[in-house]
């Protein structure tokens, strides 16, 4: 059954009007090293059960995606092998025993092609679904982003991922300044800050939407189904 052409959803600060054919989801670094137990995050003393609560949301949301047949895009935060795309005040930010490169415990910290770098196998990309390698907090920083959306006529996304403050953050303020009209659903994002994880949606949402809407899953799914 056809999705209808307009489908207004429940969210705040106002109701968002969903364009099924020009809106893609865009799933944010859901990477292993900050989500599995054992990963880089962990090891920096994080507790990432507050990251993981947004996997099965995450799963149903992308499962009904692919089932509209909607795009979806993932992205990974890294860096190339040789660091040649790591500026040094990234690398030496937060003087950190262990830092980008370094061997950590699932490979090279946020290299590509590391075993930590990966998507976490629940959310893993299907064969034809971007997967975007950036290099900094945004998504569409030295990345081909906002050619593969503006080819495919998407003016919508539904931004999903980890961490809420920082790079969900980053890239829906990328896509605002970009003419995109962005929705977060709350429980499909995540942030290993309780208090970030609440200011990071007040932010996007606050002053009449001056980012973007919050919405949760569970709406989205009833206006997919
Ligand atoms: C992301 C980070 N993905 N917190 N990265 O948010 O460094």
Redesign the pocket.
């Known amino acids: 059954m056809s999705l209808p052409a307009t489908i207004e959803l429940e969210a705040e600060p106002y109701p968002f009007e969903l364009t099924p054919g020009r809106c893609a989801l865009l799933i ?2 859901m ?1 292993r090293d ?1 989500l599995e137990p054992g990963g880089f995050g962990e090891m920096l003393g994080n507790d990432v059960s507050q990251l993981r609560r947004t996997i099965e949301p995450n799963q149903r949301l992308l499962a009904a995606w692919r089932a509209a047949r909607m795009p979806v895009i993932h992205t990974r ?1 890294g860096h190339r092998p040789d660091l040649s795309d790591l500026p040094p005040a990234k690398r030496i930010r937060g003087r950190g025993r262990t830092t980008i490169g370094d061997p950590g415990p699932m490979g090279r910290i946020l290299i590509r092609g590391e075993a930590g770098h990966d998507i976490i196998p629940e959310l893993y990309p299907l064969p034809g679904e971007p997967v975007i390698d950036k290099p900094g ?1 945004g998504a569409f920083h030295a990345t081909d982003l906002h050619s593969i959306l503006s080819n495919l006529g998407i003016t919508q996304l539904v931004v999903t ?3 809420t403050e ?3 953050n980053t890239t829906v303020r990328e896509a605002n300044d970009r003419g995109y009209n962005c929705l977060v659903p709350s429980d499909c994002v995540g942030s290993y800050f309780a208090d970030f994880q609440e200011m990071g949606l007040r932010m996007i949402k606050a002053q009449g939407g001056i980012f973007g809407w919050v919405t949760r899953s569970e709406t989205l799914l009833a206006a997919l189904r």
């Open positions: 944010i670094d990477q900050f935060e907090k991922g980890v961490t920082v790079c969900v």
